[in-house]
C-alpha cells in the first residue's frame, strides 16, 4: 500500500470512528485497531486539516478620503471578529500586528 493509499484508508477510518459515537477503545476493538495508531492518525489529520484552511494573511487596499481622516485623539477602530480593537496616534505596529495575529489564529 502505498502512501497516498493508506493516507486516503485513515482518512475513512477516522470518519467511521467519529461517525460512530463510540469511543476510541470501542471502537478500535471492534475494528481490529491499535488505539495508538487511531490517536496518532488523528493528531496528524487534525494538525495537517488545521494547517490547510489557515488562509495566509491578505492585505486589502484602503483608500482614505480627505473628509474621512481621523483627527489627531480620534482613535481607528479595528474589528477582528468579533474583537473591536482602538488604535491611536503613537501605537507600537509590531504589537498591533501580533495582536491581530493572534485574533485571526483563535477565529480560524
Not at 463510540?22 to 492518525?41: D, G, I
Not at 471578529?81 to 488604535?87: D, R, T
Request: aromatic share 8%; charged share 30%.
Amino acid at each position: 500500500m502505498n502512501k497516498a493509499e493508506n493516507r486516503k484508508q485513515w482518512e475513512q477510518r477516522i470518519a467511521q470512528y467519529r461517525a460512530s459515537g463510540q469511543s476510541v477503545r470501542e471502537w478500535c476493538a471492534a475494528n481490529n485497531v491499535k488505539p495508538e495508531r487511531l490517536w496518532y492518525w488523528l493528531r496528524r489529520y487534525r494538525t495537517e486539516k488545521d494547517t490547510c484552511l489557515r488562509e495566509p494573511n491578505q492585505w486589502l487596499p484602503v483608500k482614505i478620503s480627505d473628509h474621512l481622516l481621523m483627527e489627531e485623539d480620534s482613535p481607528l477602530r479595528i474589528k477582528v471578529g468579533a474583537a473591536c480593537i482602538e488604535v491611536k496616534p503613537g501605537f507600537d505596529p509590531a504589537v498591533l500586528s501580533q495582536v491581530i495575529r493572534i485574533l485571526t489564529a483563535t477565529i480560524c
